[in-house]
T-cell receptor
Framework: DTAVSQTPKYLVTQMGNDKSIKCEQNLGHDTMYWYKQDSKKFLKIMFSYNNKELIINETVPNRFSPKSPDKAHLNLHINSLELGDSAVYFC??????????????FGEGSRLTVL | GEDVEQSLFLSVREGDSSVINCTYTDSSSTYLYWYKQEPGAGLQLLTYIFSNMDMKQDQRLTVLLNKKDKHLSLRIADTQTGDSAIYFCAESRRDDKIIFGKGTRLHILP
């Protein structure tokens, strides 16, 4: 059973299109994240939701809009795709409690290629 | 600085020890982590250390923490070909963000 699953795994699209990536976790965690990993493998946090509320919103263009319909899901919608959006997008989840280590559980990533 | 810093590449002979170093930024970080990323996969937690510890050992892995210098290291004893991966240092900051370094690509020489 996959703990954090993302779809699609690969996405190839033209500049200017709108696309979505979905993420689901079955770990019962209350916090979910989106990270972007560029071609040099640098990993940057984009968003974090705790119990469906946005708690971290880094300096990300407003073409990127996360949506969390419930605690187990966090989707990422991207409007007007640009070449620079090409990257691997990772979803992650964790459980925020004082006694927890805050370990992040990652999905396998969604590789987005914008042509 | 604002970034978690680590060197980008490390080459080690099979059987030798690998030492990956990292400097972090937030002196109040509660936990510091080492994550491993194999090709085509997501990151997986390798080990972590609580900020009130200065050393943690887990089989072939040894983590050393120097809070004064904000320096974290990961030593892998008896490095094997299966250890070839990218290793990310990460800190959990007081604003609840977990911030990653740029990753160290470990290459194993035969």
């Amino acid at each position: 059973d996959t703990a954090v699953s993302q779809t699609p795994k690969y996405l190839v699209t033209q500049m200017g299109n709108d696309k979505s990536i979905k993420c689901e976790q079955n770990l019962g965690h209350d916090t979910m994240y989106w990270y972007k990993q560029d071609s040099k493998k640098f990993l940057k946090i984009m968003f974090s939701y705790n119990n469906k509320e946005l708690i971290i919103n880094e300096t990300v263009p407003n073409r990127f809009s996360p949506k969390s319909p419930d605690k187990a899901h966090l989707n990422l919608h991207i409007n007007s795709l640009e070449l620079g959006d090409s990257a691997v997008y990772f979803c992650a989840s964790s459980h925020k409690r004082a006694e927890n280590t805050g370990e992040l559980f990652f999905g396998e990533g969604s590789r987005l290629t914008v042509l | 600085g604002e970034d978690v810093e680590q060197s980008l590449f490390l080459s080690v002979r099979e059987g030798d020890s690998s030492v990956i170093n990292c400097t972090y930024t937030d002196s109040s970080s509660t936990y510091l982590y080492w994550y491993k990323q194999e090709p085509g996969a997501g990151l997986q937690l390798l080990t972590y250390i609580f900020s009130n510890m200065d050393m943690k050992q887990d089989q072939r892995l040894t983590v050393l923490l120097n809070k004064k210098d904000k320096h974290l290291s990961l030593r892998i004893a008896d490095t094997q070909t299966g250890d070839s991966a990218i290793y990310f240092c990460a800190e959990s900051r007081r604003d609840d963000k977990i911030i990653f370094g740029k990753g160290t690509r470990l290459h194993i020489l035969p």
